[in-house]
C-alpha cells in the first residue's frame, strides 16, 4: 500500500513538471507574438491643412470693404452672390427683438484677404461666411450632431443667429430648436439608390460633388466593404429622405455611408455604439473649416474615413470594429505564472518527500542498492528544475542533455531494468549537470555539492 502511495506520488511530480514546462513555453510564446499588437498604430493617412491645398477655394469673390459698407447700410441683411447660410427668419425677428440686427451674408471657400475684408465691414453687426455665424469678437458654433447636422446638410444657421444675438443683447440665449424632418424616400428615389449601389457600390445624386470613393481611406475604415450615397445639400425647410433604414434593410450587415452636403451618416453593423461616436469625434474637431470653405465632398469623405480608421484602433472597442471574440490566451495570460509557480512549488515538495523512504529512513548519498536510486534521481531531478529557472535551455545545451539523461533514467527505474544501468545513466546526467553548473557560474549547483547538502 505504501509503495503504491509513494508511486502515485511520483506520477504526480512528474505531472506537475510536465504542466509547468507547457505553461511556461506557452507564456513566453505568446509574449513573443503580443508586441506587435497595438491598437495606436492607425494606417490612415495624417491630415494636412493648408489652405487651398484641398480645393476648399471656391471661385466667389467679395466686393470692397465701401461697397459692402453700403450695402449693408442700404438694407438690414445683405447677401452677396454665391451665399448658402439660410435662417427661420421669424425666430431670427424675435430674437433681436428691438435690438438693431445688420446682417452680411458671404459665399464659403473665401480666402484670408476676402473674409478679412467682410470681418472689416463695421456697420455689420452680424458676418456669415459659410456658414460661420460671428459679430468680430464672438463667434456662435454648434455643440451636438443635431445642430451640425442643420449646419452642414441644410445651411441652417437659425440657432447659431439667435444665440449670437441673445449674447449681442445681454439676454440668456433660448434652448436650441432641433427643426430637422425626415420623410422616408419614395419608392423611385429608393429604387433608384439601390440599383446604383448594388451595381457599383456607389450612387451620386445630381448637384453632389463627390466623383468617387477614396480607395486607401475606404479600405482602412471598411475592411469588408461599404456601400455609398453622395447627395447635394438639402433644401432649407423641407423634409429630408431618409435613406439609410431603408438602405440597412436592402443591404443588411454592410456598412453604408450617405452623405447630405457634408453632413455625413453612417448606418449598418455596431450603429448605435459607432454612428454618434464617428460623427461627434469628427465635426468637433473639422465644423470649423467646413463651415467657412467650400470642400469638395471627397475631401470631406476621405477624412471622415481617416477618423474611422483611427477609431477602430483607438482601442476604445478593445478590437478593431466589427467586434471579434474575446481570445481566451490573452485572458488567460495574467494567470500563467502563477500557475507555472504553483506547479514548481509542488513538484519541489514532493521531490523532498521522496528523498525519503516510505518507511521514513534517509538515503545515503553512497547508497548503491535499489532504494538509493530514487533519491539520487529525485535530488539530480530537483536540481535540473532549480537550474531551469535560471538558465534558458538553449544557451546551455549541458542542462537539455542532463534533463534527457535524467528522463532515462526515470524511465529504466520504471521498467526495473538493472541497478547498474540506472545508475550509469544518473552519473552521465550527473555529469552534463555539472557542466551546465559551470556554464551558470555557479558552483553551489555542482552535483556533487548539491546532494551533499541535502542527501547527507
Known amino acids: 500500500m505504501t509503495h503504491r502511495r509513494h508511486h502515485r506520488y511520483e506520477l504526480l511530480r512528474w505531472a506537475l513538471l510536465g504542466v509547468a514546462v507547457v505553461v511556461l513555453v506557452v507564456f513566453l510564446l505568446a509574449q513573443r507574438q503580443s508586441v506587435d499588437v497595438s491598437y495606436g498604430r492607425s494606417p ?72 478679412d475684408r467682410v470681418r472689416d465691414v463695421k456697420n455689420a453687426t452680424v458676418r456669415v461666411i459659410g456658414t460661420e455665424v460671428s459679430d468680430g469678437v464672438y463667434q456662435a458654433v454648434p455643440d451636438d450632431l443635431p445642430g451640425w447636422r442643420a449646419q452642414f446638410a441644410t445651411a441652417d444657421v437659425t440657432d447659431l443667429l439667435v444665440t449670437l444675438i441673445a449674447g449681442q443683447r445681454d439676454t440668456p440665449a433660448p434652448a436650441d430648436r432641433d427643426d430637422w424632418r425626415w420623410r422616408e424616400p419614395t419608392d423611385r428615389e429608393l429604387a433608384a439608390v439601390a440599383a446604383d449601389l448594388q451595381a457599383t457600390g456607389l450612387h451620386v445624386a445630381a448637384g453632389a460633388t463627390l466623383t468617387g470613393v477614396p480607395g486607401d481611406a475606404a479600405k482602412n475604415a471598411f475592411p469588408d466593404g461599404a456601400r455609398y450615397v453622395a447627395l447635394p445639400a438639402q433644401p432649407f425647410g423641407e423634409p429630408v429622405p431618409r435613406y439609410g433604414p431603408a438602405l440597412t434593410d436592402l443591404f443588411p450587415d454592410t456598412s453604408i455611408i450617405v452623405m447630405y452636403g457634408l453632413w455625413i451618416e453612417y448606418h449598418g453593423p455596431a450603429t448605435a455604439d459607432f454612428a454618434e461616436l464617428a460623427g461627434a469625434s469628427f465635426y468637433g474637431q473639422f465644423a470649423g473649416r467646413l463651415s467657412r470653405y467650400d470642400y469638395p465632398q471627397g475631401n470631406v469623405l476621405a477624412a471622415y474615413l481617416n477618423r474611422v480608421t483611427d477609431i477602430r484602433y483607438s482601442g476604445l472597442f478593445d478590437q478593431p470594429l ?135
Open 44 to 115: 490612415a493617412a495624417t491630415a494636412r491643412f493648408e489652405e487651398g491645398s484641398a480645393g476648399e477655394l471656391s471661385e466667389a469673390s467679395v466686393p470692397s470693404v465701401a461697397e459692402m459698407t453700403a450695402l449693408v447700410a442700404a438694407g438690414p441683411v445683405v447677401r452677396l452672390p454665391g451665399s448658402t447660410a439660410r435662417w427661420n427668419e421669424q425666430r431670427v425677428r424675435e430674437a433681436a427683438g428691438d435690438h438693431p440686427v445688420r446682417i452680411l451674408v458671404a459665399p464659403p471657400g473665401l480666402d484670408e484677404d476676402e473674409r
Open 322 to 456: 466589427p467586434y471579434r471574440p474575446i481570445d481566451p490566451l490573452r485572458v488567460a495570460l495574467p494567470a500563467l505564472p502563477w500557475l507555472f509557480a504553483a506547479c514548481v512549488a509542488t513538484y519541489l515538495v514532493l521531490s523532498v518527500r521522496s528523498l525519503r523512504r516510505p518507511d521514513g529512513v534517509k538515503i545515503r548519498q553512497g547508497d548503491s542498492g535499489r532504494g538509493g536510486v530514487p533519491a539520487r534521481l529525485a535530488g539530480l531531478t530537483a536540481l535540473a528544475v532549480e537550474m531551469s529557472l535560471l538558465a534558458d535551455a538553449r544557451s546551455n545545451p549541458a542542462l537539455t542533455r542532463g534533463i534527457v539523461k535524467l528522463q532515462a533514467a526515470r524511465t529504466a527505474l520504471d521498467e526495473e531494468l538493472p541497478n547498474r544501468h540506472v545508475w550509469t545513466l544518473l552519473d552521465e546526467a550527473a555529469d552534463e549537470l555539472d557542466d551546465g553548473a559551470r556554464t551558470l557560474g555557479l558552483a553551489s549547483y555542482r552535483p556533487d555539492l548539491y546532494l551533499r547538502g541535502r542527501l547527507s
